[in-house]
């Protein structure tokens, strides 16, 4: 009789740690990946304003000192390309811009030989970048991400308090997070190297990897370590700290944007052709005399070199041809 007992409560005991941990997958699934829902949705901008030209150069991404860079295996992407591209998204995204695509931007730079007007995060030199108003550069200072882990346990030893089985318990683990990182935007006027608008913003999230909607490299990652990344995953990392810089600059763009002043028009903009003005002659008065039509009566050109002589020169007074 004991013994049947003790499998009834075992089973039940099996029943109560597979519908908590049931429990917890589905409210994990549920939550997965909730921090990028909102990323690149935001509130409309000024309405009424002209939408300036905008290229994004490469980032400067630059890892914590001391620590290993995250972004080194696990693919080895280039981190500064990847800013500029999340960037490039999400200024798109928030309808303030006309933003050129990365590859365009490029193209541009070549084409006009202005390969060394920007680097990585920063103006290099001033110059006009004909087809674009504004360069937005950008660093992103400091960045880690570590992880932690913490652990749930059930203990069926204190089951009810029914009986001892042993001492035997159930651990679930779950992998934190914490990225931080300083993002340094500003929008650049290239022909004078004016600062139109800047804004730094620190971003510091801890959270669990699902909620991240994150993988982790390497599951024996010590806690309180760097770890790394997938491909996709470092530019998820990037996209919530750089969306979260954007949503805070966005007061200082829409203040830019109401008063932004007038450029002048594009060096690659063809010039509208001048209309010449056309004299008008009150009635009853004597017509002027066109006085172009009057210099050219005035003056007689050399047949040979095109030389202008009087109108009475028999000779050209430069090579001496005879003048009819």
């Known amino acids: 009789m004991f013994g049947k007992s003790l499998l009834k409560v075992a089973a039940a005991a099996a029943l109560v740690i597979g519908g908590a941990v049931g429990c917890s997958n589905s409210k994990e699934s549920a939550s997965r990946d909730t921090l990028t829902a909102n990323v690149g949705v935001y ?3 000024p309405s009424g304003v002209n939408k300036p030209r905008v290229g994004v150069p490469a980032f400067s991404v630059q ?7 995250l972004f080194n295996g696990g693919g080895g ?12 998204t999400l200024l798109d ?24 007007i ?6 290099a030199k001033q ?55 300083g993002v340094d935007i500003r929008l650049v006027d290239p022909t004078t190297g004016q ?23 390497g599951a024996n990652a010590e806690s309180n370590a760097d770890i790394q990344l997938t491909e996709d995953d470092k530019g998820k990392i990037l996209r919530l700290a750089l969306d979260d810089a954007l949503r805070k600059s966005l007061p200082k763009i829409d203040k830019f944007l109401r008063n932004q002043p007038v450029k002048s028009a594009s060096a690659d903009a063809p010039a509208a052709p001048s209309t010449p003005a056309v004299p008008v002659t009150p009635a009853g008065a004597p ?3 066109n006085t172009d039509s009057a210099k050219t009566a005035s003056v007689k050109y050399c047949p040979n070199c095109g030389t202008a002589n009087p109108v009475d020169a028999k000779f050209c007074s430069k090579c001496g041809t005879k003048l009819n």
């Open 43 to 45: 509130p409309p901008g």
């Open 63 to 69: 890892t914590r000192s001391g620590l290993a860079d």
């Open 287 to 289: 017509a002027t005399p």
């Open 118 to 123: 920007v680097k990585p995060g920063e103006l």
């Open 127 to 181: 110059g006009q970048v004909r087809g674009v108003d504004y360069l937005l550069l950008g660093k992103v200072t400091d960045l880690s991400v570590k992880k932690e882990t913490k652990g749930n346990e059930l203990g069926l030893a204190q089951l009810g308090g029914m009986i001892n089985l042993g001492g035997a318990d159930v651990k679930k683990t779950e992998t934190v997070i914490t990225t931080s990182c």
């Open 93 to 116: 995204a928030s309808d303030r811009f006309t933003v050129i695509e990365r590859a365009q931007l490029q193209k541009l730079l070549d084409e006009q030989n202005l390969e060394g």
């Open 195 to 217: 600062l139109m608008t800047s804004n730094f913003s620190e971003y510091k999230k801890t959270d669990s990897a699902s909620s991240m909607g994150v993988a982790i490299l």
């Open 77 to 88: 992407g280039d981190p500064n390309g990847l800013a500029a591209d999340q960037m490039t």
